[in-house]
């Protein structure tokens, strides 16, 4: 959008954009910005999953695990310190994730929609957003995901290290999604 002439009242310009968005969402290449949001255990995939999903054009990135490891360095040691820190992150999260999809950017949140709960948080902020989403589940079985966790613990390339009994007890808070819960769901079945 070009900024307004000094003959040009605001309200024409906001006419402007309006029939700009209008015209692009008329034409047979347009894809509306869409809130992408992944659920599957630890070491599933859904970091990988959402590195692709956001290589398309006019798409964001943004990653939990990234953000609690810059924002509470040290501090993540157990699921309560985990908890904690991921529910601040959230808080601040949500209006701003809104507000990108609500401007045209889709995002992919890397953020484990692993619960009942954290999908509810999800589907709200595409609600908030209006904008549609999906959801991408990626289906495997726990001895994928824990051979996966002990090469991804070894190779030491990521922000934060699970073991067996930790992954255990994560899981254990794993609800698999389902229609009932109002979602779009793709599944992407692993191994």
């Not at 605001?10 to 969402?25: D, N």
């Not at 347009?30 to 630890?42: D, S, V």
């Not at 495997?140 to 067996?164: I, Q």
Request: charged share 15%.
């Amino acid at each position: 959008m070009t900024p307004p002439s000094p003959t040009q009242t605001p309200a024409q310009t906001q006419a402007e954009a309006a029939a700009q968005t209008e015209a692009q969402a008329r034409s047979p290449s347009f894809t509306p910005a869409t809130l992408h949001f992944l659920c599957g255990k630890i070491a599933a995939g859904k970091s990988t999953l959402a590195a692709q999903l956001a290589a398309q054009p006019h798409t964001v990135l943004i990653s939990e695990d990234a953000w609690l490891a810059a924002l509470y360095p040290g501090e993540i040691l157990g699921i309560a310190d985990y908890a904690r820190c991921a529910d601040r992150l959230r808080n601040a999260m949500g209006s701003h994730v809104a507000a990108l999809v609500g401007a045209g950017v889709s995002v992919v949140l890397d953020f484990p929609a692993n619960t009942l709960a954290g999908r509810q948080w999800l589907l709200d902020v595409a609600r908030q957003a209006g904008c549609p989403h999906q959801l991408h589940y990626l289906r495997a079985s726990d001895a994928l995901c824990k051979a996966r966790l002990r090469a991804r613990n070894a190779s030491g390339t990521h922000a934060f290290s699970t073991s067996d009994a930790q992954y255990d007890a994560i899981t254990a808070y794993f609800v698999e999604p389902g229609p009932q819960e109002g979602l779009t769901i793709v599944t992407h079945a692993q191994g």
